[in-house]
């Protein structure tokens, strides 16, 4: 008889290429910064009780005002971006590129209620994307108080992925050369201009890609 997802430990278990996540900071308003206190706590707790071998130290919390807007949401970033990220060279000087460490940075935005969360989501992703190019990921306010352990799993993996760990391997046939790349390709025609999509693997486990799309024409 097959047991409920629930019921295995697989989420608990499987990643195949753990990510430490000593460099992370939380970006919420100030409602949320229990949330964010107690998404701080369950990582680290869950990190240490799963046998998934990811290790979660605790992240920086930047909160804002309650009354602040998307604007706000973008300064708290480059700020952050700047003095953590980048820092300063030895003269004291603000760089502004990132300083080369073996620790990968990820921010984590708490997306608050008062905020429409698809015009909060495109335009710090974007802002993030472009000036500040670290990995993010959002989160709902609402997503944190359910108090669910495997929705905090979940978002533990999606980050490790993010961060270039696999989480899971195919095994394929003796046929199938470890120097095979995979490629896809498809475009989207909607409106006046066709978006090309183009993917391809680069690992031999074909679990890391690069990807891009272009507008066509």
């Known amino acids: ?73 973008k300064d708290a970033i480059d700020d952050y971006y700047l003095a953590y990220v980048c820092g300063k060279d030895a003269n004291g000087r603000q760089l502004t590129k990132p300083r080369k460490t073996k620790d990968l940075y990820f921010f984590l935005i708490i997306m608050p209620d008062s905020i429409k969360q698809e015009h909060l989501y495109t335009a710090l992703k974007n802002k993030i994307n472009t000036d500040s190019p670290v990995i993010s990921q959002f989160v709902s306010s609402k997503t944190i108080q359910k108090y669910n352990d495997r929705i905090y799993i979940n978002i533990l ?3 490790n992925a993010k961060l270039g760990g696999d989480l899971w391997r195919l095994n394929f046939g003796s046929e199938i050369s470890k120097k095979t790349m995979l490629v896809g390709i498809d475009v989207c025609h909607k409106g006046k201009q066709s978006i090309i999509g183009f993917c391809a693997t680069y690992d031999e486990h074909m679990c890391k890609y690069y990807t891009q799309a272009s507008p066509q024409g």
């Open 1 to 73: 008889m097959a047991r409920p997802l629930d019921d295995t430990k697989i989420l608990g278990t499987i990643v195949h290429q753990p990510i430490h996540f000593k460099k992370w900071a939380i970006f919420c308003l100030e409602k949320d910064v229990a949330h964010g206190e107690y998404l701080n706590d369950r990582f680290y707790e869950l990190s240490e009780q799963r046998r998934f071998d990811i290790y979660v130290d605790y992240g920086d919390i930047v909160e804002l005002s309650n009354k602040s807007g998307i604007e706000a949401f």
């Open 157 to 159: 993996r999606q980050i």
